[in-house]
T-cell receptor, first 115, second 111 residues
Framework: TQLLEQSPQFLSIQEGENLTVYCNSS?????LQWYRQEPGEGPVLLVT?????EVKKLKRLTFQFGDARKDSSLHITAAQPGDTGLYLC???????????????FGQGTILTVHP | NAGVTQTPKFQVLKTGQSMTLQCAQD?????MSWYRQDPGMGLRLIHY???????DQGEVPNGYNVSRSTTEDFPLRLLSAAPSQTSVYFC??????????FGSGTRLTVV
């Protein structure tokens, strides 16, 4: 069973601060996805990283995939109250058979950004 | 452009009752899956399907059945509800290896 450990579980910061969320595993994933979820809604895909060492930027959000494709991080610069939500990382299984593309989720990070 | 539609949004069941959670997508996606979300546990895969007529078990399949007679629909059945099945259930679909679309969820309480 592939496991993803996400940390921290809770993060409470002031507007303007920077933060990093980590996602670690002992397993190799074909790709790593990050989702954001708001109360009462389903997760919404933010980004997918595929190549080891890959870095993607989405405005103030920077996503990195580890060289060995076992870990990832999400860095938010100058956080804003609108960034508040649950952030989830998810690893996709390696290709092969009907397990192709199955997602394994981390436990999630609840981020609260105070004005 | 509806995406993934789940019904009902809320449901309360008594222990032992059965029900079906509906999931429909209008994007012609082959891959569909069901997850449950519990506090501190992230999302756990219940069942998934790689196409009409093909289903397989995920991480936590006990107590749940699925079928996939069409590309569009992927219902999840609880045969005899138990309090441990109190959770929020999400259906998701993808068109390729990367793009997952989730429904807005069904909040189920079993008393």
């Amino acid at each position: 069973t592939q496991l993803l450990e996400q940390s921290p579980q809770f993060l409470s910061i002031q507007e303007g601060e920077n933060l990093t969320v980590y996602c670690n595993s002992s397993s190799v994933f074909s790709s790593l996805q990050w989702y954001r979820q708001e109360p009462g809604e389903g997760p919404v895909l933010l980004v997918t990283v595929v190549t080891g060492g890959e870095v993607k930027k989405l405005k103030r959000l920077t996503f990195q995939f580890g060289d060995a494709r076992k870990d990832s991080s999400l860095h938010i610069t100058a956080a804003q109250p609108g960034d508040t939500g649950l952030y989830l990382c998810a690893g996709a299984s390696r290709a092969g058979g009907t397990s192709y593309g199955k997602l394994t989720f981390g436990q999630g990070t609840i981020l609260t950004v105070h004005p | 452009n509806a995406g993934v539609t789940q019904t009902p949004k809320f449901q309360v069941l008594k222990t032992g009752q059965s029900m079906t959670l509906q999931c429909a997508q209008d994007m012609n996606h082959e891959y569909m899956s069901w997850y449950r979300q519990d506090p501190g546990m992230g999302l756990r895969l219940i069942h998934y399907s790689v196409g009409a007529g093909i289903t397989d078990q995920g991480e936590v399949p006990n107590g749940y059945n699925v079928s996939r007679s069409t590309t569009e629909d992927f219902p999840l059945r609880l045969l005899s509800a138990a309090p441990s099945q109190t959770s929020v259930y999400f259906c998701a679909s993808r068109s390729n290896f990367y793009g997952y679309t989730f429904g807005s969820g069904t909040r189920l309480t079993v008393v």
